[in-house]
């Protein structure tokens, strides 16, 4: 296979683009779709801080390294889960790329700002554990990119991540998932409490995981190729294997699903959730619906929290986690 | 040839010369979920590959809320 544009040897196949590439026209190619996409969705401009949250696996280090190569001023922050050896090598992938390129990362781990890891979470609340995990990474990220002072949080979920969320929403009609899935996340703020919930963007939603695998392969960057040890049973992973099948059999199955659901269906979707209405959280002061104005709103990351650390100091844990899958 | 297979790590010995696409087929692997690495570089699935090559394929596919 040659490369589209100067015919050399491909690297690469592109099936849904019908291209091939060689090594520097692929990473030009892709470098080019992330800055298509920030453009087209208005995701941010050259003067706008980005706080750029990265896991140390392959997406989230090729899109710090994409933003720094387009010149963007754009901190990383990695967020320590306490998941044993597994924490341990992404924080050390994470480290080291900051390190070769001179970019700045920020490191916070939840046993320190909450004394809880993700595992413990899980054990103590009955949750499985992505559940309480990517609530916990939810709220770490706002509140770092308030401390901190940046405009916008960035996340490097791609079009198969946005496909599988897509997919499963559609699956369970999950109407209000569906009208909060977008590229792009505005800021919400809270005037009485100071607080918000930043910015959010998603600049590699046209990028396939196999692309953004690539591009760090390509570009020398040491990602951890292992899996978090708690994935078992996640149903993402599932959704994404037989979306990858079908993409197979018919290159540009996903671009086609997502996009076309952003562009027909999506806005039917958006309208506030009925009669709820968006305050401060009692206890942390973060943005948080509520249903009944008469009751305190605590936000459900201080609700677990508390829950949690309670069962924690009186030794107890919970029954071991259900079996039915969150994501 | 060795075929380095991830997660979890292990290898197996595929005979060769053969192709990535027929590679593939045998191992019983989607193309579209796998990158097929040799001497640090990727190769496309109508690349030739050969009895002594040193092969990695690698799963792109990763799970978890994020
Ligand atoms: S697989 Fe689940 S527990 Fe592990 S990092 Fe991802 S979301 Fe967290
Ligand atoms: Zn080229
Ligand atoms: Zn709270």
């Known amino acids: ?327 | 040839m060795k075929v380095k297979l991830r997660n979890p790590d292990r290898t197996v010995e595929v005979s060769g010369p053969t192709n990535v696409r027929a590679l593939l087929e045998e191992l019983g692997i989607v193309p579209e979920a796998v990158l097929v690495i040799r001497d640090a570089t990727l190769l496309t699935r109508d690349e030739d590959v050969f009895e002594d090559d040193e092969i990695e394929v690698r799963p792109v596919l990763s799970g978890g809320a994020r």
Not at chain 1, 14 to 19: Q, V
Not at chain 1, 229 to 254: C, D, F
């Open chain 1, 1 to 327: 296979m040659k490369c589209k544009v100067c015919r050399d040897r491909a690297v690469i196949d592109i099936r849904r683009h019908n291209a091939g590439f060689c090594k520097d026209h692929f990473l030009e190619h892709l470098t080019g779709q992330v800055a298509k996409t920030i453009k087209e969705f208005s995701m941010f401009e050259s003067d706008d801080r980005l706080l750029v949250a990265v896991s140390g696996g392959k997406d989230s280090l090729a899109l710090w390294d994409i933003l720094l190569n387009l010149g963007y001023d754009a901190t990383g922050f990695y967020l320590d889960l306490g998941i044993g050896a597994y924490s341990r090598a992404s924080k050390d992938a994470s480290v080291s790329f900051a390190e070769q390129r001179s970019a700045k990362l920020i490191v916070r781990s939840l046993a320190q700002e909450h004394g809880l890891t993700v595992p413990e979470l899980s054990k103590l609340t009955g949750r499985v554990p992505c559940s309480g995990c990517g609530l916990n990474k939810r709220y770490e990220f706002n509140r770092a990119a308030l401390e901190e002072g940046f405009d916008v949080l960035v996340t490097g979920h791609n079009l198969d991540d946005e496909v599988a969320t897509l997919f499963g929403n559609v699956l369970h009609w999950n109407v209000d998932m569906l009208g909060r899935q977008a590229p792009v996340l505005e800021e919400r703020a809270l005037e009485e409490s100071g607080t918000a919930l930043v910015r959010k963007v998603k600049p590699l939603v046209r990028v396939a995981e196999r692309e953004t695998a690539a591009y760090a392969l390509l570009r020398g960057i040491d990602y951890i190729v292992e899996e978090c040890p708690l994935v078992e049973g996640n149903v993402q992973h599932r959704y994404k294997e037989a979306i990858t099948l079908l993409e197979e059999a018919s290159p540009g199955t996903k671009h086609q699903m997502y996009f076309g659901f952003l562009k027909k269906a999506s806005h039917r979707f958006q309208q506030e959730p009925d009669g709820a209405e968006v305050v401060a959280c009692s206890t942390c002061g973060a943005p948080t619906a509520v249903w009944d104005p008469a009751r305190a709103a605590v936000c459900s990351f201080c609700k677990t929290k508390a829950l949690a650390l309670k069962r924690k100091s009186e030794g107890s844990v919970a029954r071991p986690p259900r079996k039915r899958r969150t994501h």
